[in-house]
């Protein structure tokens, strides 16, 4: 018989897959990306990433957070424990940075492909600024999963 806190576990930590290996995989389709000499291939790959980060990644960072908050609920942790204290505050920048910066700028990328095309100069280094705030946002991530992990003390 699974447990709640078991069920509440395995949603958490399958959303944050989700979340952290689509992330992981988004950048190294950017690279591949990036090194082509085609801007549409660039541009298009950027409208993607937009639309796979408000409807997977914004909602499962949404998951790992509220099972997060059911799982120290459930069991024996407390949320000043040094380790979930990290963790809530590392997935909260993370979702704030998606939802504010990202998602956003995403949008607004699309737009001016839209009216000036995928090789203008300001969209390739939107694009490109984009995917070095991104890559920043997956080590915050991965630097979360650790501390999940590890749970130092």
Same mark, same amino acid.
């Given at each position: ?32 990306? #990036?090194?082509? $000499?085609?801007?549409?291939?660039? +541009? =298009? @790959?950027?409208?993607? !990433? %937009? ?6 990644? #914004?909602?499962? $960072?949404?998951?790992?957070?509220? +099972? =997060? @908050?059911?799982?120290? !609920? %459930? ?79």
């Amino acid at each position: 018989m699974v447990t709640g806190y078991e069920a509440l576990l395995f949603v958490h930590v399958l959303a944050a897959v989700v979340w952290v290996g689509g992330g992981a995989a988004t950048q190294f389709y950017a690279i591949r990306a #990036m090194r082509s $000499s085609d801007p549409g291939r660039l +541009a =298009g @790959f950027a409208k993607d !990433a %937009e639309w796979v980060g408000m409807r997977v990644f #914004m909602p499962a $960072s949404i998951v790992v957070l509220g +099972a =997060g @908050f059911g799982l120290v !609920a %459930e069991g024996s942790w407390s949320l000043g424990t040094f380790w979930v204290a990290f963790g809530l505050g590392a997935v909260a920048v993370s979702a704030l940075t998606g939802a504010l910066f990202l998602g956003p700028e995403a949008g607004r990328i699309g737009k001016l492909i839209d009216a000036h095309g995928a090789d203008d100069p300001l969209v390739q280094a939107r694009i490109r600024r984009i995917f070095v705030v991104s890559r920043v946002e997956l080590a915050i991530l991965i630097a979360t999963v650790i501390d999940m992990v590890i749970k130092p003390a």
